[in-house]
Each structure stands twice: as C-alpha cells, then as structure tokens.
C-alpha cells in the first residue's frame, strides 16, 4: 500500500511590514512637499523681484522706467516702438532716414560685432550708457570715464543741451576725441553726453541715464534734453536687447554654455535622487516615548531664580513677585481674574487695615537698589499676603 501523496504547500509570499511602508510612504510625501515648499519659495521672491526686467524701459510705469517720456513722445507726434532683438529693430527702421536708433543695452548683452551692424541702422543713433563694445564699434575715440553727473549746465551749442540749461541725474562720463561736441562737462574736465560725426551718421552718447527715468524726468531741465534728443526726428526705435540677443548668428545664450554643463547639471540631480533614497531608507518609524522623570515646579522656580540672581536682574525678578502676589490676593479676596491692581490694592488695604498708600508702595512703587532690599520687599509681599488670608478666614 503507497502512502497517500500530499500535495505542495504554496509558496509563501513575504510582504514588507505594513509600517515599513508606511514610512517609505511618508518619505516621499515629505520630498515631494520640501520640492513644492521650494517652487513656492522661488515664485514669492521672484513675484516682488524686479530681476529680469530692463531699466530704462518705456513700458514700465515705475520710477526707474521711462512711460512718461515715450507718452510725451507720442503726444508730440513721434512714433514710439520698443524692441528686444536685432530683427525687430531693424524692422522697424526701414531705411533709416527719418529715425532715431536709441541702444539702451543695460543689461550689455550685444557683442562688439552686433554693435557694428546697428550702425548700419539708422543715421541718428543714441547711446544710452553704453559698454565698452558699444563705444567702440559705434563711437571710436569715446572712452568711460568713471561716475558722473550731479547738477550740469548747459555749456556746448547742441539744441537740446541749450533748451535744457541745466540737467540733473547720475550715470557715466566719457572722455572725447577732438572734433566731438562734449557737452554737460563736470569738475574733472570730462563729459556726460558726447555727439560724434561719422560719415552722414551722427552718434550721441549720453551717460545721464537717470534723466530719462520718470522719478527724475521733472527735475531741472531733464525732460526738455529727452525730449530734445529723442524727438529730433518722426520716427523713435528704443532697442533694448533681451538675453536671446546675444549675437545674430543664433547661438543665443545656449550656445555660449561651457560643454560640461549640461552633464554637470544631470549628474547634480542624479546625486539629490540617490541622496534622498539613501537618506529615506534609513529612517525608521517615529517613537514616542514618556519622558523618565517628572520636572517638579519648585525645581523650575529655583531655577529661574537662579538666572535671575546670576544676571543680576533684581527689577525683573521684583516685577514677577509682584505679579504673582497681585493674582494670589485677587484670588484670596474674592475679586476674580479680571481684577485691576488697583481694586486689588484697595481691597487689600481695606481687608487689613493697612494704608492705602502703602500697600501700593508696596505692590508698584518700591524699587530694589540692592540684594538686601529685594529681600525686605519680598518679605513684605508675604506678610501682606499672610494679613490678607487671616483676615478673610473664617473665625
């Protein structure tokens, strides 16, 4: 006879503990809320930034931006169009006969041969602050010459300078070749705006940024030499260059990036990903335990007493005696948490027999010059106390 067959037991499947789950799962959830805590970090700070945004600008209604000036411009019957890049400039220059070029690259980020094919542009070019690439493909012989400005008078025979008589503001000052108009010239002999003749193009720099600025368009005669520069001709292209603009052969920013660093930047996130892993495998769940001993109030009394004699902080340490004696009594006479020092004091005064006044010496007025004097005061609020509870016991 064969002994009975019996069948295989199924394989045990081990599933991980419900709590190491858990936690892996509280892990996660924690990456995940650090990262959007992060973005949302980034996004308030970047929302009151004004980072990214041009100086200068026409369209920006701030102080440091420049509407007032483009709406008087267009009131005066100019054409105002703002550009970011060297095709929109251009097109809307057409020939170039009728317009005035202004190049505010404040954030100077045209290269030296983008500067020298703006001035192919237009035959009224205006220079506001430029770099030393923009100086010298665009105004050879013109070279910065540190800070300038403050309080100009007009001192050369170009219109707008005249018109002006005087300009307030900061920017640069500009040394000069012989045969250019230097204008607003300070103490150290050098000029805040140049004008430079090259062939049938004229080219005027002007280091006085603020003046175009709407907080200091209205000071001195800044908005007659804005308007006297700008305005000259019908038509006014303000070309301020975007960070895409870097050069018109279209690399754009992308292309002036070293070789190693999109590889570095993927090999950072690599790393964060493996360090947060390693970091979460390693936590456990969450113990609470009691705390092994109880911390008595007298041991934190003593305590706070101790800090209070080692700083020598006998005004303080006064004030908190006093305040704890004021609730006790307030307690002891029936008169409830609300109770105003002063009632307390009356009440005490009242109930004991004692002085008015001196009780609330007592209570507000004495003061602790000395050791020896804290502790009178501090005997004093308990006998106080003691005359109160006797008088109200019941006999």
């Known amino acids: 006879m064969s002994a009975p067959t019996v069948a295989p037991a199924p394989p045990v499947t081990e599933e991980a503990p419900p709590r190491r789950r858990l936690g892996l799962v509280l892990v996660w959830v924690a990456v995940a809320v650090v990262v ?5 970090t980034v996004w308030v700070a970047g929302a009151g930034s004004d980072v990214g945004e041009h100086r200068r600008s026409p369209i920006d209604a701030g102080p440091r931006g ?10 005066q019957g100019v054409d105002v169009t703002v550009a970011h890049s060297f095709g929109e400039a251009a097109s809307a220059l057409g020939d170039g006969r009728d317009a005035t ?3 505010d690259d404040d954030w100077w980020v045209l290269t030296e041969e983008t500067n020298e094919q703006l001035l192919a542009l237009s035959q009224h070019l205006v ?3 430029p770099s030393d690439e923009a100086l010298a493909a665009l105004a050879p012989g013109v070279g910065y010459a540190g800070f300038g400005g403050g309080l100009l008078t007009a001192d050369c025979e170009l219109a707008a300078v005249q018109r002006a008589e005087s300009v307030s503001g900061g920017g640069d000052a500009y040394t000069a070749p012989s045969g250019a108009q230097r204008c607003l010239v300070d103490a150290a002999g050098n000029a805040s705006l140049v004008r430079i003749e090259r062939g049938v193009r004229e080219v005027t720099v002007l280091g006085l940024g603020d003046v175009l600025s709407n907080q200091s368009i209205t000071e001195a005669g800044n908005a007659a ?3 006297g520069l700008l305005g000259e001709q019908p038509r006014l292209v303000w070309y301020q260059p975007d960070v895409d603009d870097y050069a018109l052969e279209g690399g754009g920013l992308a292309a002036r990036q070293a070789d190693w660093y999109v590889p570095l930047v993927v090999l950072l996130l690599l790393v964060g990903v493996a360090a947060a892993l390693w970091r979460g495998r390693r936590m456990g ?5 009691d705390l092994p001993v109880e911390v008595r109030s007298s041991e934190t009394m003593e305590g706070r007493a101790r800090l209070y004699e080692r700083g020598g902080a006998r005004d303080h340490a006064l004030t908190t005696l006093r305040t704890a004696t004021l609730a006790r009594l307030a307690r002891t006479l029936g008169l409830g948490g609300r109770a105003t020092p002063d009632e307390i004091i009356a009440a005490s005064a009242a109930t004991t ?5 001196t009780v609330e010496f007592l209570l507000r007025g004495a003061t602790a010059p000395n050791d020896s004097a804290f502790v009178g005061l501090s005997d004093g609020l308990l006998r106080l106390e ?3 509870a006797r008088a109200v016991r019941p006999r």
């Open 36 to 40: 959007l805590l992060g973005v949302l």
């Open 66 to 75: 420049t509407m007032a000036l483009a709406e008087v411009l267009r009131a």
């Open 101 to 103: 070029l202004v190049l």
């Open 127 to 129: 220079l506001v602050q």
């Open 225 to 227: 030499l804005a308007l």
């Open 285 to 289: 769940p969450v113990v609470v335990e």
């Open 353 to 357: 027999g004692r002085d008015p006044a």
């Open 386 to 388: 003691d005359e109160v």
